[in-house]
């Protein structure tokens, strides 16, 4: 199981640019949850998905930011006409739809992501 | 709504123990979990409770008490490489088995 694999680990936009994070989740977990973190501060949530969903966007900037996780292929975290205010880290965590214990979500190991 | 409460900031002395509380209100409760994030690397699982009482990991221990909405992990013998995030998670009890997300409790740790 190779756990959550989030791609690319950096990643340097222009301002005005596309950026593009993504996020494939362990084998068999059907959550995905993305988080920012600027420097020295916490995680903030962002979005939880689950296939072909939006379950919970409440953190998730209107304008500018979406995401998505197709039926096939990993979960998109994109970002419209990136601003020097989003240079951040983001996180994705994966879990299963189940509860009970060796239930945790997994986090991957983050894109850095540095606007210029 | 949902929310879960962690203090900000702590600050503890090498050696000494440490409590950091975590409060949640939920639309009901299927397990809380306990993460540790060091600065600039991925948070990592560290205990789960899903009854009430006190779940021990060596240097490590997690209580939880589903009647007060609270939980607590205690560090002891504190050691300098413990200074990071503590997060506190609780999945709730519907059909989406969703976790909600505490801010987090940055803990520094002094000589």
């Known amino acids: 199981n190779a756990g959550v694999m989030q791609n690319p680990r950096h990643l340097v936009r222009r301002r005005g640019q596309e950026a593009r994070l993504r996020c494939s989740p362990m084998?068999?977990?059907?959550?995905v949850y993305w988080y920012r973190q600027l420097p020295e501060e916490g995680l903030k949530f962002m979005v939880y998905?689950?296939?072909?969903?939006?379950?919970?966007e409440s953190g998730m900037p209107k304008e500018r930011f979406s995401a998505e996780f197709p039926k096939e292929g990993p979960s998109i975290l994109r970002i419209q006409q990136v601003v020097r205010g989003d240079s951040a880290a983001y996180f994705c965590?994966?879990?299963?739809?189940?509860?009970?214990?060796?239930?945790?979500?997994?986090f991957g190991q983050g894109t850095r992501l540095t606007v210029v | 709504g949902q929310n879960i409460d962690q203090p900000t900031e702590m600050t503890a002395t090498e050696g000494a123990i440490v409590q950091i509380n975590c409060t949640y209100q939920?639309?009901?409760?299927?397990?809380l979990f306990w993460y540790q994030q060091h600065a600039g690397e991925a948070p990592t699982f560290l205990s789960y409770?899903?009854l009430d009482g006190l779940e021990e990991k060596g240097r490590f221990s997690s209580f939880l008490s589903r009647s007060k909405g609270y939980s607590y992990l205690l560090l002891k013998e504190l050691q300098m490489k413990d200074s990071a995030s503590y997060l506190c998670?609780?999945?709730?009890?519907?059909?989406?088995?969703?976790?909600?997300w505490g801010a987090g409790t940055k803990l520094i740790i002094k000589p």
């Open positions: 965590a994966s879990s299963p739809q189940q509860g009970g214990s060796d239930t945790e979500a997994f």
């Open positions: 084998k068999g977990h059907s959550h």
């Open positions: 998905l689950q296939k072909e969903n939006i379950i919970d």
């Open positions: 939920t639309s009901g409760f299927n397990g």
């Open positions: 409770n899903v």
């Open positions: 998670a609780v999945r709730v009890l519907d059909s989406n088995y969703q976790l909600i």
